[in-house]
């Protein structure tokens, strides 16, 4: 689908005449704000940098393809493990029954009645 004016031609932008020279300036690393001065200067296009930004995003290349994750070859390659079902309590006491895989030092001290403390 083709944007069109009020009298049915299709849209076209007031840039294409000077595709040429705004690719030959990009190459030379100019800044868009540079290109619409020089548009305007030499060729009487009045331009705003970011209408120079579109064009040439929209006329550049597609971006990179999306990149998925596939599964490792080893996982793949195994049969699955059957699963079984575990009911709600056993997993409770389980947790229970397991020890925390390490504890953080403590290194303040509370006591309601006294300042938070520091332990050296």
Do not use: C, W
């Not at 944007?3 to 100019?30: C, D």
């Not at 548009?39 to 009487?44: A, Y």
């Not at 070859?73 to 895989?101: F, G, H, M, Y």
Request: aromatic share 6%.
């Amino acid at each position: 689908m083709s944007l069109t004016s009020q009298r049915g031609k299709p849209f076209q932008s007031k840039l294409v005449p000077v595709a040429g020279v705004i690719v030959a300036l990009r190459k030379q690393n100019i800044s868009f704000v540079e290109i619409s001065r020089i548009l305007l200067k030499q060729h009487g296009i009045s331009a705003a940098p970011s209408g120079i930004h579109n064009f040439v995003k929209v006329r550049s290349k597609p971006p990179r393809a999306v990149y998925t994750m596939i599964e490792p070859a080893l996982s793949r390659s195994r049969t699955p493990l059957p699963v079984r079902p575990i009911s709600q309590s056993d997993a409770i006491e389980k947790l229970k029954r397991s020890k925390a895989p390490f504890e953080t030092p403590k290194i303040f001290t509370y006591d309601e009645n006294k300042p938070l403390t520091f332990k050296p």
